[in-house]
């Protein structure tokens, strides 16, 4: 009997193990798990026009699309609870569901402020019921305080401001975004200062503190910040508590080779969960781009769905951000030997700049540049030197 493929996670990149098993010619049974009650979603959206007030949901497709178009079943509402890799079956809600090929797409959750209790007023912004909260709290007027300056914290603070609120961002590092841009990441903090916004780097947060609801952040230097509104932006932890006893080796996320696959036959893993060994750089990565969700789980679907069909995937990480009146987009990854501003300058706000690792390009951001930003992570893709990159960039002035 033929058991078919279990997708775990309706996410993008669970709907794209759908409709990649379906494009590669499989045929046989699809079972799509989803903690949420949603069908799947856009999440970059939901930082940014959504929060400005955009009404329409960002979903993918309709439960109706999937269930009649793609010949899913779809079980919605319950999140995976276990896995046992030798019955090779899911549990759900005390139910077990069978598979010959499975998918894990569970993506990562917000992680959450220690100490900061049941009080209201105090959100993050991970899901679609999220973004409605914190869009419901902002049309009220408060005064925000943002910690955290990574995407999503410095995406929520730029539509405060877009709405005329005072807003406040307190961030751990010496800047924003050290870890995705290393060096340039001052390059962010004036963008949030030009904007009105109080930017508090190398800030520690002692207490979130109110009466059932929030009303002042303590910081560990003694500085108190009223505010009405905290959004937490901390990042994220990849969601594989369900994981546990399964035999599944993880490891900051589902540790799986080249292909996608996972350490037991049968077992992919796709988007944020999965940490894989990308060819490219030589070395095992966990993105949280959708991109790279959206490649991974087209490439997992097929591998889970039809033996043999598994293929090692590579990928030049790509992620962009939209602050204020600026769009950030970065390909590659930040850690470099140089940093060199190629093209533009860092006062018009309008520039590209190189990274390099040894003597390869190894990556580049651009800062109001859009169309320079694919021709760099095709470079960086074809493991481009240095030089001939530096020689590329100077017949784009």
């Keep these: ?48 026009s959504f929060l400005d007030g955009e009404v329409d949901v960002p979903y993918y497709r309709t439960g109706e699309f999937l269930t009649g178009e793609l010949g899913v079943r779809l079980l919605l509402g319950t999140p995976a609870s276990g896995l046992d890799t030798d019955a090779r079956s ?27 209790g049941e009080l209201s007023g105090v959100h993050t912004l991970r899901t679609l019921d999220d973004a409605r909260a914190v869009r419901e709290a902002l049309e009220a007027g408060p005064r925000t305080v943002v910690i955290g300056a990574g995407f999503i914290g ?18 751990a590092a010496p800047t924003p975004l050290t870890r995705a841009l290393g060096a340039l990441g001052g390059v962010c903090s004036n963008l949030h200062r030009v904007h009105g916004t ?14 059932g609801r929030v009303d002042r952040v303590r910081l560990a230097d003694g ?18 508590g369900w994981l546990d006893g399964s035999g599944l080796v993880v490891d900051n996320g589902v540790v799986c080779d080249e292909s996608l696959a996972a350490s037991v036959p049968g077992v992919y893993a796709a988007g944020d969960v999965a940490r894989w060994f990308n060819p490219l750089f030589g070395r095992h990565m966990r993105l949280e781009h959708w991109s790279s969700a959206a490649e991974q789980g087209a490439a997992a679907g097929a591998a889970a769905a039809l033996p043999g069909a598994a293929k090692p ?25 140089e940093v060199e501003i190629a093209l533009g300058d860092v006062e018009s706000n309008r520039f590209v700049a190189l990274y390099r690792a040894g003597d390869r390009l ?13 021709k760099f992570r095709a470079l960086i893709a074809r493991r481009t030197g240095w030089r001939e990159a530096l020689a590329f960039t100077a017949t784009r002035r």
């Excluded at 775990?8 to 379906?22: C, D, M, N, Q, T």
């Excluded at 759900?92 to 959450?112: K, S």
């Excluded at 009223?226 to 932006?233: C, E, P």
């Design 313 to 337: 995937y590579e990928t030049v990480p790509y992620f962009w951000s939209d602050w204020y009146d600026t769009r950030l987009q970065f390909v590659g990854v930040p850690e470099a030997d």
């Design 1 to 48: 009997m033929t058991r078919g493929l279990v997708v775990v996670g309706a996410s993008l990149a669970g709907l794209r193990a759908v409709e990649g098993a379906r494009r590669a010619g499989f045929d046989g049974p699809i079972t799509l798990i989803g903690g949420e009650p949603h069908p799947p979603y856009d999440r970059p959206p939901l930082s940014k």
């Design 90 to 116: 899911v549990i759900v809600g005390g139910a077990e569901i069978p598979y010959d090929g499975l998918v894990i797409a569970t993506g990562a959750t917000a992680r959450r402020l220690p100490g900061a």
């Design 154 to 171: 410095s995406e929520v603070a730029s539509a405060a401001r877009k709405r005329g609120l005072d807003v406040t961002i307190v961030e």
């Design 198 to 211: 109080d930017l508090r780097c190398g800030a520690a947060v002692e207490a979130l503190e109110g009466n």
């Design 362 to 374: 190894a990556g580049a951001l651009t800062v109001n540049r859009p169309r320079e930003t694919m």
């Design 223 to 240: 500085t108190v910040l009223d505010a009405d509104l905290v959004v937490v932006g901390i990042g994220a932890e990849p969601e594989t």
